[in-house]
């Protein structure tokens, strides 16, 4: 294996022990005889450093002595009036594709790009629009534009560029490390306290009604259900609570009970109200609003108006002072016969040119590996099939990854940690072994703070079942940014409990979406797509895995090897193609 390639020159010196900034990197790969050079940097180290700098490069080759052997490969180095031209990786160009990530068939025409154009949409019984993007579904690369997509949030662009043959001045990072401010909230690692025990789900759905009911009563004149059943009728009423049933009746109407601290209450929402539409959006579990008209008997409440916690339209997200970007990235499955490493090695080696250089952080939102019996003859699709090897293997993967980059890693339904949501971090026996760059480890979901932008990171097992309740044109794995509105809008990332999504019982609603975030970052059903919800930018992100047997079986047609890039200062996306 060539050690010109950065990713190449990052694995040998991760293997020994070592690692190094990206400029360090590159000089190392502009460097004529590559593994002398990486060899003569590490001897120029100073005693118990553990990470290359540029300096200590700059002056191994400029002090490059005869005759000294590489104490990494024992190659015997050129001569010192040997001149070697530095090397340059030819421009790496992307495949084009179709929606499902199929490569293009070569008919010489520019493939199509979606960039997420679209106009707003009405999708809420609050009586507006609430600004909501059209999104991507699924798009395929093409050539860098240098502009910005029409609305704003993203464009397409093809793979790395020149490989590394650039100047000292283009080598230099502008930025100062100590700019950077990474924070965690709503991480539960090391607090999980349920027991399993029916107070412990008592605590839990206790905890979500109080915190969402509270965004509603400023909207909705709140009377609980207890005061509801007192009333003599007639009159105006409303209710917060939590959808307990829903049923249609014979005449076609719908029938949602909701459920407070003191009780249930009947709700009738009449077919051929304006806001009808809305009841196919509900599901099990999840906190509303209604308002109406009691009937006279005081025994059900007719429902004028529906509310849901959602996102304020007021809504403005926060940017950083600087330009700087992320690296949003999921569902790696290291592990998989189909883990398509020579893409990551392509995207990891891009991490070190130029190009990426205002790349410092790399968020991934769950799945390292592919896990051992996740789904019925897993085995029989392995790779590796010892749990432990495969984070092993996942970390030497990483180590590609240039060193200076922060990574913020959460888990997913394929790793080794419950199942349950909330999910808490790796514990310390996997964290030992993903060593590599000390990365922030954290629980699924967590909220994340970079340079002032929160970046909500959600695995997205839920997804599915949003998928399966509603209605196509509001959720669907082409769209998935789609089936991520439904849970800004509900506030919740897995609303509705005892169906596919596994949830545990803590003292806290750990899912219950708190602060409205940023950026909504999700994995899970390998599909790219993204788009803004009343300013929130929604991102899933696809996946490192090709189409798998069991996939194929299911017809699910991952998006991959795609690296969606997010300008932290704008908020603006650029989705980059390695396959």
């Known amino acids: ?69 590489d104490p990494i490969s024992e190659a015997e180095p050129p001569s010192a009036d040997t001149e070697t031209p530095p090397r340059e990786e030819s421009a790496t160009t992307a495949a084009g594709g179709d929606r499902g990530g199929k490569p293009d068939e070569g008919d010489g025409q520019d493939p199509l790009v979606s960039t997420g154009t679209g106009g707003d949409r009405t999708e809420d019984g609050n009586g507006g629009s609430p600004l909501e993007t059209e999104g991507s579904s699924g798009i395929t ?15 397409t662009a093809e793979t790395a560029g020149a490989g590394t043959g650039v ?64 009333s003599p009728g007639g009159g105006d009423a409303g209710m917060v609570g939590m959808i307990s049933d829903i049923r249609s009746t014979a005449s076609g109407h719908w029938l949602v009970e909701l459920e407070d601290t003191t009780g249930t209450f009947p709700c009738l929402v009449m077919k051929d109200k304006e806001i009808a539409g809305l009841v196919e959006e509900l599901l099990y579990d999840e906190v509303i609003g209604v308002e109406g008209t009691l009937s006279d008997d005081g025994g059900i409440l007719f429902v004028d108006d529906l509310y849901f916690p959602d996102v304020p339209r007021t809504y403005e997200p926060s940017t ?34 130029p190009e990426a250089a205002d790349i410092e952080y790399l968020l991934i939102a769950g799945d390292m590996v592919e896990g051992v019996g996740v789904y019925p003859d897993q085995d029989e699709e392995l790779d590796v099939v010892d749990i432990f090897e495969q984070y092993r293997t996942f970390s030497e993967h990483l180590k590609e990854v240039p060193g200076d980059i922060e990574i913020v890693m959460i888990p997913g339904n394929h790793d ?4 349950a949501e909330p999910q808490p971090g790796f514990d310390e026996e996997l964290r030992g072994i993903m060593t590599a760059h000390d990365a922030r480890i954290a629980s699924n979901p967590a ?39 439904q849970l800004l809008k509900k506030r919740h990332v897995a609303p509705q409990f005892g169906d596919h999504t596994r949830l545990a019982p803590e003292a806290k609603d750990y899912l219950v979406i708190g602060e409205v975030p940023d950026v909504f970052h999700t ?28 996939q194929k079986s299911v017809n699910i047609d991952p998006d991959v090897g795609y690296a969606p890039i997010l300008d932290l200062d704008t908020l603006e996306m650029t989705v980059r193609k390695f396959t």
Not at 35 to 57: F, I, Q, R
Not at 177 to 199: A, F, I, K, Q, W
Not at 416 to 419: E, G, Q
């Open 320 to 353: 950083a002072d600087r330009h700087v970007q992320a690296a949003l990235i999921s569902d790696i499955h290291v592990g998989s016969q189909e883990f398509v490493a020579d893409a990551w090695s392509e995207f990891a080696s891009w991490l070190h040119t």
């Open 447 to 485: 909220l994340v703070t970079v340079e002032g932008v929160s970046v909500l990171m959600y695995h997205g097992v839920s997804l599915d079942e949003v998928i399966a309740e509603l209605p196509e044109e509001k959720a669907n794995y082409d769209e998935p940014h789609r089936a991520m509105y």
């Open 167 to 230: 100047t000292d001045e283009e080598a230099t990072r502008t930025a100062d490390p100590s700019l950077r401010s990474l924070e965690v909230e709503n991480d539960m690692t090391g607090y999980s306290t349920g027991t399993g025990e029916y107070g412990d789900f008592v605590s839990t759905f206790r905890d979500r009604y109080e915190r969402l009911a509270g965004t509603l009563r400023g909207r909705v004149n709140h009377r609980n259900a207890t005061a509801l059943e007192a």
């Open 523 to 550: 994995g899970h059903v390998h599909k790219l797509g993204w788009g803004k919800y009343r300013n929130v930018l929604s991102v899933n992100s696809g996946c490192w895995q090709a189409q798998t047997a069991f």
């Open 416 to 419: 080794a940690v419950r199942l």
């Open 1 to 69: 294996m060539p050690l010109e390639k950065p990713a190449h020159i990052a694995r040998e010196l991760a293997s020994h022990g070592y690692t190094a900034d990206r400029e360090a990197i590159t000089l190392l790969a502009r460097a004529g005889d590559t593994a002398g050079s990486l060899a003569l940097a590490v001897e120029a180290t100073p005693d118990g450093a553990l990470k290359l700098t540029k300096e200590d490069v700059r002056e191994a080759l400029e002090t490059r002595p005869e005759g000294r052997r």
């Open 141 to 155: 690369a093409g050539s860098e534009t240098g502009s910005e997509a029409p609305n704003g949030i993203g464009q």
